[in-house]
């Protein structure tokens, strides 16, 4: 039998809510199942202990831990964005509320949860000579949001 995989990623005690938000973003995405703590648990009654969910049909869990572990940019999401309005409209999204931009198109969600968004070209136009990845990589690495039309203008240089 071939194992499944899925990523479980811990949060303090807004799993659930940060799940919701994430299935807002993403075609294809959608709550799976929520399981509560009951009396006697970590956190209060009712509290969402595990919620499972996909985004663009990969399988995720949020686990709502307490405060013994930290999400770190150690890991992170990557959303493969086709146009240039479709990273926009993430990055907006993921900084709202209290997000925190990085470098190269990474970003820490209000959550916590580091995500990289970047074009779903960049393997390809990242691909040729080293002189040709150089240019991609100065252009890039100035970058907070990442920026299509100048990634693709330094591989054509």
Not at 51 to 77: C, M, Q, W
Request: glycine share 8%; aromatic share 8%; proline share 3%.
């Amino acid at each position: 039998m071939k194992p499944r995989l899925s990523t479980c990623l811990w949060f303090d005690d807004n799993g659930e809510e940060a799940a919701n938000f994430y299935v807002s973003l993403f075609p294809n995405s959608r709550i799976v199942s929520v399981s509560r703590y009951g009396e006697g648990g970590m956190m209060r009654k009712g509290v969402a202990m595990l919620t499972r969910f996909e985004l663009d049909g990969v399988p995720y869990a949020a686990l709502n831990g307490g405060t013994h572990f930290k999400l770190s940019e150690a890991a992170s999401i990557v959303a493969l964005c086709d146009t240039q309005a479709e990273i926009d409209r993430l990055w907006s999204a993921l900084l709202a509320d209290g997000g925190e931009e990085s470098r190269c198109g990474w970003l820490k969600d209000r959550f916590g949860l580091s995500w990289q968004v970047i074009p779903s070209v960049l393997n390809d136009i990242m691909a040729g000579d080293q002189a040709r990845l150089d240019r991609v990589m100065a252009a890039i690495m100035p970058m907070t949001k990442i920026e299509l039309a100048a990634i693709e203008k330094a591989a054509r240089e």
